[in-house]
């Protein structure tokens, strides 16, 4: 009885959390200490001023004031408005606390049986992707999703694959292959470039309506949604499990869950997600990419992201 009138307060005081807000350029934030306390966590300053933990029940979460970047249980997540700071308290956006921390510490997914997986290889045929010398990208995320479909086959999962050979396929038939193939997720397989010393892996989720992309440095944000945000509680969880099991089993660099609008993830009926695995423009993340004992740590990876986001989706 007692344990259940606990819940019964929890669940008041959880759903019932009002801060003051204040409008920072037009974004309304509150203060994490505030909404730390209705989730039972413990506040205190890692570094005065600057790095805020909370510890609880829940998993842990640290903000950086003035950052975009936080973490959750260790793994990087990206905000879509920077931490800020006013009186000596940290601030965070309302859309991040609601869009990204919440569904994140204390999640609450549509649940649904989870059986067949798209598997979508970025690019191909005319769409080389990235190029390293004679190293196309087009190549690597075929050769990565053969290795993940085969690991998903004997986990007993069906797969959908948007395209099984080298040709060319426009970035609009790929939700509707996962359409048309009754697919419960869509994962999307990509390897990214850029300055030579950056590395890691990123896996992105649709951007919520109303907040940035992770890349859009800060720009004007757009109000509206896209199909695929209707599992935006959904989306942002996958992403997240990804991103940890993935910087947990292979090494590569917690470059931190993103947000984007890329075509795929915004027409995708299903939870969707975006996995770029590593650097083709860095010298360490590029030998890793293009060996094949390397790929199957990869393929391992991606699948416990996907089991461990289905103990929590699935039925
Ligand atoms: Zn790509």
Known sequence: MRRCLLFIFLSCALASFRSEGVSISGVEYVRLSDWAHQFGYQAKWRQRDKILQLTGARPNVTVEIDSRKAEIAGVTVLLSFPIAAQKGAALISELDLRTTIEPLVS???????IKTICLDPGHGGRDTGKIDGR???????LLLASEVGSLLRKNGFNVVFTRTRDKTLDLSERAPIAQRGKADLFVSLHYHAGPSEVRGVEVYSLTPAGANSSNAGGGKSARTGSAGNMNDNNNVLLAYDLQR?????????????????????????????LIEGGFMSNRGDAKKIYDSAFRKKMARAIVDGILSYKQLAGR
């Not at 190293?135 to 995320?141: A, F, L, V």
């Not at 089993?249 to 075509?263: S, V």
Request: proline share 9%; charged share 40%; hydrophobic share 30%.
């Open 107 to 113: 999640p609450r997914p549509k649940r649904k049986p």
């Open 135 to 141: 190293n196309y990208e087009k190549n690597y995320t």
């Open 245 to 273: 099991t993935i910087v947990r089993e292979t090494g590569l660099e917690d470059r931190g869950m993103k947000r984007a609008r890329f075509e795929v993830l915004r027409d995708a009926a299903m939870p969707a997600v």
